[in-house]
Nanobody
Framework: QVQLVESGGGLVQAGGSLRLSCAAS????????MGWFRQAPGKEREFVTR????????YYADSVKGRFTISRDIPKNTVYLQMNSLKPEDAAVYYC??????????????????WGQGTQVTVSS
């Protein structure tokens, strides 16, 4: 079982940048994908981005394309989310997730994903 620990959240002004990190403990196999979701108060958890651990293939929600970049450091078992040009609507708790090789887990209701504890991102206008 992979365990995920996020860090890097905080308060930033609109237009600013933040980089989130997600450190995974345990073995990350080549067929895993890792990614990020977010959940704002009163809203459902929504997909942000994911990356194929071996392939490096990336997928993004339309709302973050061109502003957010996901990357991974394989030796460090860490995935990053670089967030630029932040908007107030990006404010949320950001959760790291992995499918542990089960690609269908990225479809709602996401119940087969493994989650981190989340990190808060606040964007002031």
């Amino acid at each position: 079982q992979v365990q995920l620990v996020e860090s890097g959240g905080g308060l930033v002004q609109a237009g600013g940048s933040l980089r989130l990190s997600c450190a995974a403990s345990g073995r990350i196999f080549s067929n895993y994908d890792m990614g990020w979701f977010r959940q704002a108060p009163g809203k459902e958890r929504e997909f942000v981005t994911r990356v194929g651990w071996s392939s490096g293939s990336t997928y993004y929600a339309d709302s973050v394309k061109g502003r957010f970049t996901i990357s991974r450091d394989i030796p460090k078992n860490t995935v990053y989310l670089q967030m630029n040009s932040l908007k107030p609507e990006d404010a949320a708790v950001y959760y790291c997730a992995t499918d542990q090789g089960y690609s269908a887990a990225w479809s709602p209701p996401y119940k087969f994903l493994s989650w981190g504890q989340g990190t808060q991102v606040t964007v002031s206008s």
